[in-house]
C-alpha cells in the first residue's frame, strides 16, 4: 500500500511515485525486459516508463485527509 497525504498531490509527489514505481518494474521485470528490447530492437527506458505508468494502477493507495 501506498500512504499518501490528500494535500501531497503535488508535481513532485506524483514524480517521486513514478521513480519508486520505476524501481519497482526494473526489480521485478527488468531480465525480461531487458532480453525483449534486445530482440526488437527497442528502448529499455521508453518499456520501463510504460511498464511504470501501468504498475502504478496495481498499487492500493490510502489517503490520509
Request: net charge negative; hydrophobic share 35%.
Amino acid at each position: 500500500m501506498v500512504y499518501l497525504n490528500f494535500t501531497d498531490l503535488s508535481e513532485e509527489a506524483q514524480n517521486r511515485l513514478l521513480e519508486a514505481s520505476k524501481e519497482d518494474v526494473k526489480r521485478k521485470f527488468g531480465d525480461s525486459i531487458r532480453k525483449y528490447v534486445k530482440e526488437n530492437y527497442g528502448c529499455f527506458e521508453t518499456l520501463i516508463e510504460e511498464e511504470a505508468m501501468r504498475n502504478l494502477y496495481s498499487y492500493t493507495y490510502v489517503f490520509n485527509i
